[in-house]
């Protein structure tokens, strides 16, 4: 069939509904997936995207038609998908489109935890799509409720409480803020459990309309009120989550969104002086101070390419402890290496609680130090390749250059990242100082390169 070959992504499947992306795209991905992946039980949820019911339903068709019995799991986030498949022990599919606006639609799939379809495979499927190379099915499969085989709601609840100290919480203010996507149901039925924790909700009920704000919380639109929220009312710490909740954000006690670099660098920190001598992953685009922490509290620093789908994959070659891309993604071996919009929340609540401080305590000693400009997203027509060899020759001399994911060079007291999204045509930038003017001055400079077309 024909189909829009830009919805085959690096690490899923997105695009517009019904557009790009449309039912019977849906349903021939559902014929390709057991094609490609030979499984004969296939785990099923969706997000709370107007799309995902007819999505939902053209790929059980698809899926069931080639031979597979699918495990209907519902409206879940996707921490919650994740866990499922690692609870049942098979392959997966995700009808969501993660933080992409309300009019995309797409799929995470996962061969077994934590292995995610992903680079090839993706494209892989994307022939078999396009070929109608189906295998033919020896029988028609049948869909049952997961729930029926397992109490998932109740078994998540339990797995995420289980990886904190319950008996630490101290008494805490939290604003949480989940734009009407799919974490806010779970997060009420975690957050119930928290002795002394006194939750404040926003926009908890899933809604596919998305009537109160984008669902990316790094567009500083999608956070504002938040922001203003935790001051106004005088909370400890806000949280944010994206649309399918495999995203956690913080506000910290002053109103102050948290960079996810320096948040990675405390909660590795944190868990370090659980598990001394331990490997965190972190990709180069990180901050240095996700490094530097790491091996001040004794553990090894690993370095990885964005991409959940490496990510994941990493830890679990590794048997990591956590990893951090520091785009809001935080990966814990102990919750499958999955990441979790959940999970750290808890894990920050539990380490402020122990060490008696206020967010913003632990951060001013980072924001003395590092100097980073966050990521800074550019649209590019040209291939992104030629541009990056370009910055790499500007900037380059005198430099250490590596090209793990994109671009990264270092000096002594400025270094960059810059790479190409995954997703959309936009090249990233990340840089850092040890100073605010310099980190300025560079960061400008490169800009303007990347902004001028050759």
């Not at 990675?264 to 944190?270: F, M």
């Amino acid at each position: 069939m024909r189909v829009d070959p830009e919805i085959f992504k690096a690490n899923d499947i997105r695009g517009v509904y019904p557009d790009a992306l449309t039912d019977a795209v849906a349903y021939a991905v559902g014929r390709a997936f057991v094609t490609l992946v030979k499984v004969d039980v296939v785990v099923v949820g969706r997000d709370m995207r107007l799309s995902s019911p007819a999505l939902f339903n053209a790929l059980i068709r698809g899926l069931m038609d080639g031979g597979a019995d699918v495990l209907n799991i519902g409206v879940v986030s996707t921490d919650q998908y994740y866990h499922a498949c690692a609870t049942f022990d098979h392959a997966g599919v995700m009808v969501t489109a993660s933080h992409n606006p309300a009019e995309y639609g797409g799929f995470k799939m996962v061969e077994r935890m934590p292995q995610i379809l992903s680079g090839d495979a993706v494209q892989d499927l994307r022939r078999i799509v396009e070929t109608d190379a189906f295998a033919g099915p020896t029988r028609r499969g049948k869909m049952t409720d997961g729930a029926q085989h397992s109490n998932l709601t109740e078994d998540f609840i339990e797995k995420v409480l289980s990886l904190i100290d319950l008996d630490t919480l101290t008494p805490l203010k939290v604003i949480a803020d989940t734009g009407n996507g799919m974490v806010g149901p779970i997060l009420k039925q975690v957050y119930s459990r928290l002795p002394a924790v006194e939750l404040t909700g926003m926009y908890l009920e899933p809604d596919g309309n998305m009537p109160n704000h984008g669902p990316d919380p790094l567009q500083s639109e999608n956070r504002a009120e938040l922001q203003r929220r935790v001051v106004a009312e005088g909370a400890d710490i806000g949280f944010a989550f994206d649309g399918d909740g495999d995203r956690c954000f913080a506000i910290d006690d002053r109103g102050e969104f948290v960079s996810s670099d320096f948040l990675s660098a405390l909660i590795a920190q944190y868990l370090l002086e659980r598990e001394p001598g331990a490997k965190i992953v972190h990709a180069p685009r990180c901050s240095h101070a996700v490094r530097d922490l790491i091996t001040d509290a004794g553990g090894i620093p690993l370095v990885e390419r964005v991409g959940h789908a490496i990510m994941k994959q990493r830890l679990g070659e590794e048997d990591a402890l956590f990893a951090t891309e520091g785009t809001g993604h935080y990966y814990f071996r102990d919750f499958f290496y999955a990441d979790s919009g959940i999970l750290p929340s808890l894990i920050v609540m539990e380490m402020l609680s122990k060490k008696r401080c206020r967010l913003s305590d632990l951060l001013k000693p980072l924001e003395s130090t590092y100097f980073i400009s966050g990521e800074i997203n550019t649209p590019i027509s040209q291939d992104p390749q030629a541009k990056m060899e370009e910055i790499a020759g500007v900037f380059g001399e005198g430099g250490e250059i590596e090209w793990t994911d994109g671009v990264s060079i270092r000096f002594d007291d400025w270094h960059f990242n810059l790479r190409p999204s995954n997703t959309e045509p936009l090249l990233r930038l990340n840089l850092e100082a040890t100073a605010k003017a310099l980190m300025e001055q560079k960061r400008d400079a490169i800009l303007n390169v990347i902004r001028t077309e050759s």
